[in-house]
């Protein structure tokens, strides 16, 4: 095969697989993974700050069982200075008002500690909720995946065909040409490549004057349009018959 004919089939190639990817890339299964992708990431977020405020409220708890055994060690503590035969009348009153101040600490923590246990009850369901969530959404993902391999196998089986054909292309094509290509390609969407086989190039379709026409035939093979700046493959043609 020429260079030339290699350039041509390449671009025919590559709007080929253009087409097979965008047709793989909307089957329904891609949608449902791109939809699934999506929500897991979001989960992620939600999990991360559900476990953050698991365990602030745990450190509350925490704390506040700490305060608990300090106020009742601080209790006994008092309660063995009453068994001591304690001198004076003041000081007896002294401790008894300790005891009614520890009582009522006692107290308050008593009632914050179920507050911060229906917390933490709350946070802990919250987390299960979300991890069982992220459990479905990666069984989804798995059953979404197969589905997607086994209804895309002949695609993708074209895909890897015309990969194949295209590397033996590219092999054919010099560097400098395939740099060219490279370019033209991003610039015109895929319609990188046109040829001439009269004088009329097949893409632009702008008909050439005589004398540029005439200066192509005689130039190289593979050139630049000169009006649209695709490359330009410029096929052998009988000039006599165009322009007499
Ligand atoms: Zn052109």
New binding site residues.
């Given amino acids: 095969m020429t260079q030339e004919s290699s350039l041509l089939r390449l671009q025919e190639v590559d709007l080929q697989l253009i087409r097979l990817r965008s047709t793989l890339a909307a089957m329904p299964q891609q949608k449902k993974l791109r939809a699934i992708a999506l929500a897991k990431k979001k989960l992620a977020t939600q999990i991360k700050q559900i476990v953050g405020q698991r365990k602030d409220v745990e450190m509350e708890l925490e704390d506040n069982e700490g305060e608990h055994e300090r106020l009742l060690a601080a209790t006994q503590r008092v309660h063995e200075e009453v068994n001591e035969r304690v001198q004076g009348y003041r000081r007896i009153q002294d401790l008894e008002a300790q005891l009614t101040s520890l009582a009522k600490r006692q107290e308050k923590l008593e009632f914050n500690h179920i507050d911060i246990a229906e917390r933490l009850e709350r946070a802990q369901k919250a987390e299960k909720n979300a991890r069982e969530l992220g459990a479905k959404l990666l069984a989804e993902e798995k059953a979404q995946q197969e589905s997607y391999e086994s209804e895309s196998a002949e695609l993708q089986a074209q895909v890897n065909g015309l990969l194949t054909e295209r590397a033996s292309l590219v092999a054919d094509i010099s560097e400098e040409v395939m740099s060219r290509y490279d370019v033209a390609v991003k610039r015109f969407g895929g319609l990188a490549v ?1 040829s001439l086989s009269s004088n009329v ?1 097949s ?2 379709r ?1 008909k050439l004057q005589p004398a540029i026409f005439q200066k192509l035939v005689r130039g190289p093979r593979i050139t630049e ?1 000169p ?2 700046h ?1 490359i ?1 493959v410029v096929r052998d043609i009988g000039t006599e018959d165009i322009y007499e």
């Fill in positions: 046109e190039p893409t632009c702008v349009c009006y649209c695709r330009l």
